[in-house]
């Protein structure tokens, strides 16, 4: 199943994409010359200084919450980097590499999943295969979870490369200033939802590919959802948006509530919607492929 | 003794949203007893393939019951599955892998080790092109390829449809040969085809289906003899006197053309060149009236054509 064409061609793709996006990055990272941190530290004494004196004579302008004092207030307000034109590549960014690259792994594993039996359905080998095992059930999960277990390891695989080649470009050409504990649960967080999508999206594109028989079909289906039903729903039902893919998708992967505090759901509870509408859906498909002829 | 496929009132209806309901077998019953090769005719359409696609519960049938070595092919076929080879139309396996490649994945889902596989390959007679990626085959390499997967797990029964499709001459008289030796090793070979000579030169016995339904079946020479009384073709330069000669000899026969018919077992051929030549009347021609198997079939399916 590895070998499958899409599989490698897609690995692949993603591969070269890594190490072309590795080398903008590294080539765009440029750490400060001395001069330069000279001259951004005398900037940064005198910002801090003007600051200092400007929080003191009116604290409440600035929202300066209480028990802190106006250097420290300053102090974490002006950095040095913000004085010497900052060009390092900051690993603490990874988070947000990770939320943009979610919706290539996203669409990838939407292929991936609808090529693992529609392009069984489109060549005739799932007949020859039913003539070997013709309890239907027992190929359609395996196949499911081939496909799952496939596109889940991939996503993981593919980001911790990414990860990798850019931690190592922010060790040598950038910084990995703020990445502690609580960055490194936050980034493997997103990592780990992101493949979840993914795996999400691989087991729509089965159910529909199983149920429509082809690869085409089910990529169709799933765009046209996306792209013009819930957009139509956004526009048409305002109050159904809670109830959307796309949104809940957002939501579950960012895990900011506050910015989608209309859904009225947490993280959790777009997890299990997404869920349930992947089980609805699995089950339709088990059902289509248990029930329907091969002709 | 029940037979190793059994089909009792096998009834197969699709429904298609643009072309209505087509009824693919209508009350089929057969029975194919254990060992040799049974041929499954007839023509484009009357069902044979949604038959076997019945018998290997890729086809969900709409009445009637298929039973395949004892077992109830709805719920009893993967206790079975293991025992029977088949092909159903044209094998399709993966293109870009080898032939061998596609024979050891499936061998995998019946622990089949590689050394069957190089043994089938060998049999079919694609040891050679054995690593060459499916794709880069002709289509008798493919068909080649499918009976070799049919073959692979060593099984009781085959089940091939139109395993002679698209094979040159010499192909066709491999799968001819192959056919035979696996009858003739106690196997049970259910093959459909339309190549009635090739049929008749193989099956044991055979079945011909029309419109759905089985028109006639049993042993192949009893089909054959069902269709017409067999008979002597008889040649002479004067047909009047040879007709004279046997209508007196009191022999059944027909003017058929400038030859005459005679109503005679062959076995009887002697009887008849001896009132010829009582009367001075020589032979240019005496010859068997065969019946081949293409003459029964449209004969058979000729008579259950539409109404």
Known sequence: MLARRLVLVFLLMALIGIVLGGLIVAVNSRRPSASDLASARQQLEQSRAACEQEVRASPEEYGLPPGVKPDGFCRETLRLEYFFGDKRFHLSGLRNVFLGTSFILTVGGLLLGASFIGAEWHAGTLTTLLTWEPRRLRVFLAKLSAAVVVVFLLALVLQAILGLVLAAIAALRGTTEGTGGSWLRSVSGVALRSAALAVMAAVIGFSVATIGRNTAAALGTALVYLAVVERLIEALRPPWQRWLVGNNSVLFLTGERDAFRWLNRSMLGAAALLGSYTVALIVVALVAFRERDVT | ?307
């Open chain 2, 1 to 307: 003794m029940a037979g190793i496929i059994e089909v009792e009132g096998l009834r197969k209806e699709y429904r298609r949203l643009r072309r209505g309901r087509t009824l693919a077998v209508d009350g089929l019953d057969l029975s194919v007893p254990e060992g040799g090769v049974f041929g499954f005719l007839g023509p484009n359409g009357a069902g044979k393939t949604t038959t076997i696609r019945c018998l290997l519960g890729l086809v969900r049938p709409t009445g009637g019951r298929c039973r395949l070595l004892g077992a109830d092919v709805r719920t009893g076929l993967h206790r079975v599955i293991g025992r029977v080879g088949s092909i159903v139309e044209t094998p399709t396996l993966y293109p870009r892998f080898s032939g061998r490649r596609n024979l050891q994945l499936l061998g995998r889902l019946h622990g089949i080790g590689k050394d069957r596989v190089a043994d089938v390959l060998e049999r079919v007679g694609l040891a050679d092109r054995a690593g060459d990626p499916v794709k880069t085959y002709s289509f008798g390499m493919r068909q080649r390829l499918g009976i070799g997967a049919a073959l692979l797990k060593d099984p009781e029964v085959l089940i091939l449809d139109e395993p002679a499709n698209g094979l040159d001459p010499a192909g066709i008289v491999e799968v001819r040969e192959l056919l035979r030796s696996l009858g003739r090793e106690g196997r049970t070979v259910f093959v459909s085809s339309h190549i009635l000579s090739e049929v008749q030169q193989t099956a044991d016995r055979v079945a011909i289906l029309s419109r759905g339904r089985c028109v006639a079946a049993g042993p192949v020479e009893e089909v054959l003899a069902g269709g017409r009384a067999r008979g002597l073709i008889v040649r002479l330069e004067d047909p009047a006197a040879g007709a004279e000669a046997l209508r007196a000899a009191g022999m059944p026969f027909s003017m058929d053309g400038d030859a005459l018919r005679v109503a005679v077992s062959p076995a009887d051929a002697a009887t008849v060149t001896r009132a010829l030549a009582e009367r001075g009347l020589f032979l240019t021609e005496l010859r068997p009236d065969e019946v081949d198997l293409e003459t029964v079939f449209l004969e058979l399916t000729k008579e259950t054509g539409p109404s």
